[in-house]
């Protein structure tokens, strides 16, 4: 059946159903009208005349006819069916309602489904042809092509021109196709294959199976360009999806010109699948050609291993096994709220601020106190209320002038800081209106006046307890029978006097310190009238979310029953809080089981049943597991509130709980931690960490001539290091005690060597070394908030460090070994330990704090004299014990030898005010050390030697702001000097002593340095850039030598250096740099001081897409000069290509001494890099030293596995050729494969 032209208008698409019942039942497809533009295929026992018959007479009728068929009206044709007995029965004549529309494009494939479409239609029993645009998709695949043929009774398709078809993740191109939907096997010609990341072309493509194809006479490239920059060619070539890559008589080409050849290919697909074996082959000038081989035998996340094998004509043989274990595992428990499918965003929101609850539940927030306080009202005078009074009064006077702005003028004057940021806008009020406190959001006195006044009215000046006010009312609202008014306020508080609040801060702190000392409050009451003491919140108890945040930190330091704070301040006066009774704050798992009980059980129904909804919606049916997996397994995978879990590894659960899990102590509990499921709240109770590398290599031992290599040898070497970290239960990350770690290795180093090449070696050597760390900490007194009053806030006051170690050294040739053993050595020390926090100091410090405030002055030069206090004080302690041993020194032979050494070093900061706008900085070290040796070389018995060193700096800094609005653009200038003058000195030590050189702080020098340095800048800062610019630097240094080598040298002055960088363009992408060298000390030749002996400038200018630097260098230190030019440019257009050019002339020798190209060519498949470097001075035999290299690298960076490299050097003028892994620098000219591998 072929329908005309007006019929090709109404049918666009099709729909085949049950599509293999068709072909097993061998049911003709009948056709049945649904609507104006769609046709549908259904199965009726109908014999092919009787549709022919039917369809004759329906298109007879003009049903179909575009001039008697409405759009909107459904066709009302009734399909009858052959019973039986031969009869035709009919359907119950009922209303048949269009279609939806179907949407082929976007509608996904069913199964035993067909969609389809198509310009042009041809139906022929089960033959089907579409032509333009034509698409048919199943649940497996998905064709499109200018022409298509399907025979259903076959499950055969043929498409032509434009073709693309897609079966899972591989998608097919050419001009002719046949494929079979049912076994997935078919022909390409002429086309081409991508599955990520690889495009296959070939003259045929036989698709073997679903996941395989076979391709004969093609090309595999990366590059998803027409032509591709590179390709692989090969004869024969067998691709299966997901799995491998198999290619034969493989020539890789780069821009069509043929490079390299491979007789075979092998390529694993398998994602995240690393090689199982990884195979190397290449040349060079130093190995000639090689080979190596490595072969994984272990690659899981703990446990990892290879064997390798390497075999070189010139560096002879070698092999060996490299493996490591590594653990570092957590077992903690977790409170989970997981985000609910199709969540709104209040939804969200509500979850996190309850996890953020429970997190203030497990640090202490929701704890309660039972509190007595001890108050001390300010006592307010008639001058205080006079002075508030004074100046509402010149607020009010500012208020009546012209145009006056009521916000501006509360945000300059109002004492409340709830609206005086806001313009004292307090918003729209009802009269009796109260906060959620249940307080009245006005007082009394200030309603009345503000329900009386009109829109835009000011009050006059009101009195209340608390002080003045001044109200404005903006707007007034009678909606719905209730009236509002929007208010802005001025407040003006009675307050006390500066006098007042001191005198009574004096009188509170001495009490305190008697209540601190055990003396009962309501004792201390009865001596001072002025105070009062009363139970905090009528002797019941309350939460610390609660309090006050004035005294909220305080009362959170307290620990123990009778304590008290320090003195509180607040607007009305001075409180001391003391703890009668605390709940004790909740454990993990006590929140967790309350949570889980109370909310955690119906969020997590509330979850499985919107699961549920969600899919049921999306008609999504979840797949089944694979037959053999655990119960356990599921029970996981379930979801659940509170969940306990073992030791599991970082890579087994999502990576922002392994992160912060990872950072946390034993007993500790995270912050609210968000993942891509929900918030998450964690308690660690145990962890392990432990790693180490086991490896054992041997290979033969050459010589290190290039051409002519000689076996000299063999080596081997065996070594195990392990790492462990000991986790206790005092470790603490927030107070700085960490864990107990051990650090060991064991290593068998063995050298033997032909008679005549060396001496062998052979030695176990062995390194153990345990650390303990842990920092001290107190309160921060510095840190407080607008009252004075401290917040839950530490400092750091210094660090200890503990450590034991131990080497150990067997030689087993017998012939004994010089190395260093120490047996053991121990090393306690304490470092930056601020004096003036230590319990006795604290005191002491206090007392001179005092004494520094009443004697210090402002004055000019006497405050140079200024009393000296403990503040920014700290020193270090550091003991050190070994017992040292050696079994070889000079001549002596089992030396043994116990020292010790005591180091303490205090270091004091100060600021000295030399001037009423100029102020120096100093800094003040003292070293000492005490050295002891139970003996020396001459037997003498227990040496002390005592050393010791002062560094001083002073330095000043002085800088001027300019207004230079004048040049456009601009707004401040800045200029900033900087001085620095700094001395040390450590006296000559007795060197007649003959101590053994080896043990802790055995050898001191003389120093007398006097040093001064200067810094100078100008910066601008102007109208478009946020920071500031600097446009000028200028930098020198001078340094004497005062000590008598120096002046035996006659080199008393260091050289002295002066750079000066200038940056002239607002963009900084300009620097000109230039450096100056000059010697102060007389001149060996000419007797001249003060010569220039070095000079240096540099310009250079960097641009988004090139750089340029031109430099120019001259060097006289000695009695030879040298002087030269050197040139750089680099241009990158884009991130694909990049040319580097570079070159350095001697001006003296009249010759370049090196010059380099190189030229990078990146297109996200494949990296190319070509380089040519040259570098040395060509001089007559045996000094010429001129090496030329040039290098070609290939890199893939579709695969790992392949890289090819070409160099050639110029020193031996050979090639060298090799494939290495991706990531390692290619280098022609040394060594690089694994008969030298590095380990450390």
């Known amino acids: ?9 109404l049918i666009r698409l099709f729909q085949l159903h049950e599509k293999r019942e068709f072909k097993k039942r061998k049911i003709p497809y009948q056709i049945k009208p649904l609507g104006q533009h769609h046709i549908r295929f259904c199965r009726f026992p109908l014999t092919y005349s009787v549709i022919f018959f039917i369809l004759l007479l329906w298109l007879s009728t003009g049903v179909l006819s575009q001039d008697t068929v409405s759009p909107a009206t459904p066709s009302n044709t009734e399909i009858s069916q052959t019973n039986a007995d031969g009869t035709i029965s009919k359907p119950e004549s009922q209303p048949e309602k269009p279609p939806a529309r179907l949407d082929p494009e976007n509608a996904s494939g069913e199964k035993d489904r067909i969609i389809g479409k198509g310009q042009h239609l041809i139906v022929n029993k089960n033959l089907v042809e579409i032509h333009g645009q034509a698409l048919v998709k199943t649940e497996e695949i998905v064709l499109w092509a200018d022409h298509i043929w399907a025979d259903f009774d076959k499950d055969m398709v043929k498409a032509y021109g434009n073709v693309k078809l897609v079966v899972g993740d591989e998608e097919t191109f050419s001009n002719e196709l046949v494929y079979n939907m049912t076994t997935n096997e078919g022909i390409v010609h002429e086309g081409f294959t991508y599955s990520e990341p690889w495009y296959y072309r070939g003259k045929e493509i036989f698709k073997i199976g679903e996941n395989e194809s076979y391709i004969r006479g093609g090309s595999i490239t990366s590059s998803p360009l027409k032509y591709p920059h590179y390709d692989f060619l090969a004869s024969k070539i067998i691709v299966k999806t997901n799995k491998e890559l198999i290619a034969k008589h493989v020539i890789l080409r780069i821009g069509g010109f043929p490079l390299f050849y491979f007789p075979a290919y092998r390529r694993d697909l398998r994602k995240d699948k690393q090689a199982k074996v990884i195979f190397r082959l290449g040349t060079d000038s130093y190995q000639g050609p090689f080979m190596s081989i490595e072969l994984p035998i272990s690659r899981r996340r703990r446990l990892n291993g290879s064997i390798m094998f390497d075999q070189s004509s010139r ?7 490299d493996g490591g274990y590594r653990v570092n595992d957590v077992g903690f428990d977790e409170i989970f709220l997981p985000f609910l499918p199709d969540a709104t965003p209040s939804e969200k929101a509500k979850l996190k601020d309850l996890a953020a609850e429970l997190a203030d539940r497990l640090d202490g927030e929701f704890d309660h106190y039972k509190l007595r306080q001890l108050f001390f009202e300010y006592l307010i005078t008639d001058e205080d209320v006079k ?5 509402i009064q010149e607020v009010y006077t500012k208020l009546q002038a012209e145009n006056a702005d009521f916000g501006k003028i509360s945000e300059a004057n109002s004492d409340d800081d709830q609206t005086r940021y806001q313009g004292g806008d307090l918003g729209f009020l009802v009269r009796g209106e109260k906060d959620q406190e249940g307080e009245l959001r006005l007082d009394p006195v200030l309603e009345e006046a503000a329900f009386a006044l009109k829109a835009g009215e000011i009050s006059q000046v009101l009195r209340t307890d608390r002080g003045f006010h001044i109200l404005k009312v903006d707007h007034i609202l009678d909606i719905y029978g209730e009236h509002e008014i929007s208010i802005r306020r001025i407040d003006i508080n009675i307050s006390p006097s500066d006098e007042t609040r001191e005198t009574t801060r004096e009188i509170a702190e001495k009490i305190q310190g008697r209540a601190a000392a055990g003396e009962s409050l309501a004792q201390l009451a009865s001596e001072f009238e002025e105070s009062e003491v009363s139970d905090v919140n009528n002797g019941a108890m309350i939460p610390l979310n609660e309090m006050d945040s004035r005294w909220k930190y305080s009362v959170r330091r307290l620990e123990m029953l009778g304590e008290v704070t320090p003195t509180v301040m607040t607007d009305r006066g001075i409180h001391i809080f003391q703890l009668m009774e605390k709940e004790e ?36 049916v979840p797949e089944s597991k694979e037959t053999g997996q655990d119960e356990e397994q599921n029970e996981e995978e379930k979801i659940k509130a509170y969940t306990k879990h073992g030791f599991k590894g970082r890579w087994e659960h999502e990576r922002a709980v392994t992160r912060e899990a990872q950072q946390l102590d034993r007993d500790e509990s995270s912050h609210v931690i968000e993942s891509k499921k929900g918030y998450h709240l964690i308690n660690i109770k145990k962890k392990r960490t432990y790693r180490g590398d086991l490896f054992f290599y041997t290979n033969d031992q050459y ?30 990350r927030e107070e700085g005690r960490k864990p107990l770690n051990f650090m060991g290795r064991v290593e068998l180093q063995s050298k033997s060597y032909k008679e005549g090449f060396g001496d062998s070696e052979s030695a176990i050597d062995s390194f153990g070394m345990f650390t303990w760390g842990s920092a001290f900490s107190a309160i921060d007194e510095l840190d407080t908030d607008d009252d004075g009053n401290l917040t839950f806030s530490t400092q750091p006051i210094g660090e200890f460090l503990g450590r034991l170690q131990v080497n150990h050294s067997l030689d087993l040739t017998g012939e004994g070994t010089r190395t260093l053993q120490k047996l053991p050595e121990a090393n306690v020390s304490l470092s930056r330990m601020r004096v003036s926090n230590l319990p006795i100091f604290k005191i002491i410090n206090d007392r001179m704090v005092k004494i520094a405030e009443k004697v210090n002055t402002d004055t000019p030069i006497l405050s140079l004299l200024s009393f000296p206090t403990l503040e920014n004080t700290s020193f270090d302690l550091d003991v050190n014990v070994g017992n040292f041993y050696r079994d070889l020194y000079q001549e002596e032979k089992n030396v043994y030898l116990l020292a010790g050494v005591v180091g303490f070093d205090v270091r004091k900061q100060s600021t000295l005010k030399i001037s009423s706008t100029r102020e120096a900085k100093l800094d003040l070290n003292l070293n000492t050390n005490f050295v002891w040796h139970d003996k020396d070389r001459d037997g003498n018995r227990h040496i002390f030697r005592r050393v010791y060193d002062v560094q001083v700096d002073v330095s000043t800094i002085l800088f001027r702001i300019y207004d230079i609005s004048f040049i456009p653009g601009a707004r401040r200038m800045r200029h900033q000097m900087n001085s620095t003058v700094s001395a040390s000195y450590a006296p000559p030590v007795d060197r007649e002593d003959n101590l053994y050189p080896f043990g802790p702080s055995t050898y001191f020098y003389e120093a007398k340095d006097l040093t001064y340095r200067f810094d100078t800048s100008i910066e601008i800062k102007t109208q478009k850039n946020k920071t500031p610019l600097r446009i000028l630097q200028f930098r020198t240094r001078l340094q004497a030598d005062y000590t008598d080598y120096a002046a035996e040298w006659n080199r008393k002055y260091d050289f002295i250096d002066s750079n000066v960088t200038i940056t002239p363009l607002a963009s900084q992408s300009m620097n000109i740099i230039i450096r100056t060298t000059h010697d102060p000390n007389e001149s060996e030749l000419d007797q001249k001081r003060f010569k220039q002996v070095g000079f240096r400038s540099n310009v250079s200018y960097r641009r988004d897409k090139w750089d340029f630097s031109l430099g120019n260098s001259f060097s006289k230190r000695t009695s030879r000069a040298s002087r030269r030019i050197n040139f750089s440019f680099q241009f990158r257009p884009n991130s694909l290509i990049e040319i580097d050019l570079g070159a350095d002339y001697d001006w003296i020798e009249k010759q370049f ?14 990296d190319l ?14 000094y010429n030293n001129v090496r030329q290299d040039f290098t070609f690298q290939l890199n893939l960076l579709a695969d790992p596995a392949v890289t090819v490299g070409l160099g050639y050097d110029a020193t031996t003028e050979t090639w060298g050729f090799r494939s290495l892994p991706v990531g390692v620098p290619y280098n022609a000219f040394g060594v690089g494969n694994g008969l030298s591998r590095s380990y450390f």
């Open 1 to 9: 059946m072929q329908l005309n032209k007006q019929d090709h208008q």
């Open 315 to 321: 560096r002879g043989r070698g092999g060996g096994t």
């Open 387 to 391: 002075r508030a009074h004074t100046k």
């Open 585 to 620: 704050t909740p454990s993990f798992e006590e929140v967790a089981r309350d949570f889980e009980e109370k909310v955690g059980r119906s969020m997590i129904e509330e979850f499985e049943k919107r699961r549920v909804q969600k899919a049921e919606a999306e008609k999504k």
């Open 703 to 732: 010589s290190f001539s290039r051409e002519e290599a000689t076996r000299i040898g063999q080596r081997t070497a065996l070594r195990w290091g392990h790492y462990h970290s000991i986790y206790t239960p005092w470790d603490n």
């Open 1153 to 1166: 001494y090196s010059q380099r190209m190189t030229l990078r060519r990146n297109l996200n498949v494949w």
């Open 1169 to 1182: 890099r070509i380089s040519w470097h040259r570098v040395g001075i060509k001089r007559s035999p045996p």
